[in-house]
């Protein structure tokens, strides 16, 4: 691998794509006027970990295109399996229907979770996702008889989508107060999040006293409170706040006890990223409803998943059509899709990935391990494939802009890393070798050191 930074000069070509694209395109999580200044990358193909744009640059994907891509871009074998579908069926749609692909992938994500979950709802993205679970849990308790039980709990700094109904369990202003008047708001709970930790406490310590917090809010609204819902063990969008094991094990307690439904987010930290294929593993539990999509396609195609447990399935199992789940969506359970996500699948199964993947995160551990010594890096953590340092920043302008000036001086650098306000994570596709995991360390180091000198 080469390790000669390639600073990107816009050409002719590259400027022709970027003028149209800003003329053409809304372009997602951005402030459009900063375009202005930070060109677009024209991304024209790419190939394994890589991204290269339309004159010739690369760009290592460490965040793996929004944490989607899994095993590399044009994966052969991913690409294999959607060739062949393309021959037999494009889409079907899935009311009235059925196909080998939705059906094969549902009873294989089941058998993952030992069959504890089952009865795969498909729609195409992780929004949609959260928003089936939040009507599944209102749907299921009034079915039931529980009408009363409409309110949803969510975690302080949580992110769930930018849907109305997943604007109401997120917890992060930059995104939800512009909505504010549409929104059903949610309860918040304190986080977990083990940076936290006051003197003398421990990441388990921090999640008892998140617990107990729980505890309150259950015993004074559990019967109108329908579902609470988590991110397990990661708080991405939160800038990658990570908890301790144990307090997810102590949410299905507690909702076990007060009769509440458990929503498992894994949209990000499922399909590997935490170190086991679905994060609540480690935790030793399963929740009622677990969402799913993101990697679990490979970063291919749209798709999400909501799993959700038998006695949810059978409270809407019944003569009288309005006691159905309606919900719809015209893409549900695309073939394509559904072929991309058993490829993806059949990879875990055939190459050992996640054992793969411990090896891989330990040699890029210690390849980052100088930065938590810099005098101005916080809290170095690390859960699976998912690494992440806060950034030390005084200047109020200058912490307000690090994120562009990062993503700036990182494609200088071949690397192409997005922050989250000063938080810098990486979450590389799983096929990186040895000597890319160095490279990507020392050049995330080359940029933060850069970034930090600008303007100094």
């Given amino acids: 691998m080469s390790t000669t930074a390639s600073t990107p000069t816009p050409q002719p070509q590259s400027d022709d794509w970027i003028a149209r694209s800003l003329r053409a395109i809304w372009h997602p999580c ?4 900063h ?4 060109p677009l990358v024209p991304v024209s193909r790419g190939a394994g970990a890589w991204l290269y744009d339309r004159d010739g ?3 290592l994907d460490a965040i793996s295109s929004w944490w989607v891509n899994l095993f590399g871009h044009a994966n052969p074998r991913i690409n294999a399996a959607l060739k062949d579908q393309l021959d037999t069926l494009e889409h079907a749609m899935l009311a009235g229907c059925t196909h080998e692909p939705a059906i094969e992938l549902a009873e294989r994500l089941s058998a993952l979770t030992q069959h504890t979950l089952g009865h795969a709802f498909f729609a195409s993205d992780g929004a949609s996702a959260v928003e089936i679970a939040l009507k599944m849990s209102f749907h299921s308790w009034r079915n039931r008889g529980f009408a009363d039980k409409q309110e949803f709990v969510c975690i302080a700094n949580s992110y769930h989508g930018e849907t109305i109904g997943a604007l109401g369990v997120t917890d992060v202003a930059l995104f939800k107060d512009a909505y504010d008047p549409l929104i059903r708001h949610a309860h918040v709970v304190q986080s977990p999040d ?3 930790a006051q003197a003398g406490e421990n990441a388990t310590d921090v999640a008892r006293r998140a617990l107990d917090h729980v505890r309150a809010l259950l015993e004074s609204r559990n019967n109108r409170i329908a579902a609470l819902i988590v991110e397990p063990l990661v708080q991405c969008a939160a800038g990658m706040a990570m908890h301790d094991p144990s307090y997810i094990a102590g949410l299905r307690a507690l909702c076990d006890q007060y009769g509440v439904h458990l929503i498992a987010d894994e949209i990000a930290v499922g399909c590997g990223r935490t170190g086991t294929f679905f994060a609540c593993e480690q935790a030793g539990v399963w929740p009622d409803f677990l969402c799913l999509s993101k990697g679990i396609s ?6 999400s998943i909501v799993l959700s447990r038998d006695e949810i399935f059978a409270a809407f199992y019944h003569d009288e059509t309005a006691r159905g789940f309606l919900h719809s969506h015209s893409y549900t359970g695309n073939p394509l899709a559904c072929r991309a996500a058993l490829a993806t699948l059949d990879l875990f199964a055939s190459d050992d990935v996640l054992a793969q993947n411990a090896r891989k995160s330990a040699v890029l551990r210690a390849a980052l391990a100088p930065l938590a010594d810099h005098p101005q890096v916080r809290n170095l953590r690390q859960c699976g494939t998912i690494f992440a340092f806060d950034a030390v920043i005084t200047d109020a302008q200058r912490a307000a802009s690090f994120s ?7 494609l200088q650098r071949e690397l192409l890393i997005r922050p989250i306000g000063t938080t810098v994570y990486l979450m590389p596709p799983y096929i990186l070798e040895d000597d890319d995991l160095a490279w990507l360390a020392a050049r995330t180091r ?9 303007g100094a």
Avoid: D, I, S, V
Wanted: net charge positive.
């Fill in 30 to 33: 951005t402030q459009m006027k």
């Fill in 194 to 196: 083990a940076r936290l």
């Fill in 446 to 454: 080359e940029t933060f050191e850069a970034t930090l000198q600008e």
């Fill in 57 to 59: 640059h690369r760009y």
């Fill in 404 to 410: 562009r000036r990062f993503f700036e001086n990182a």
């Fill in 298 to 303: 490979g970063g291919y195609l749209p798709l």
């Fill in 35 to 38: 375009h202005e200044r930070l």
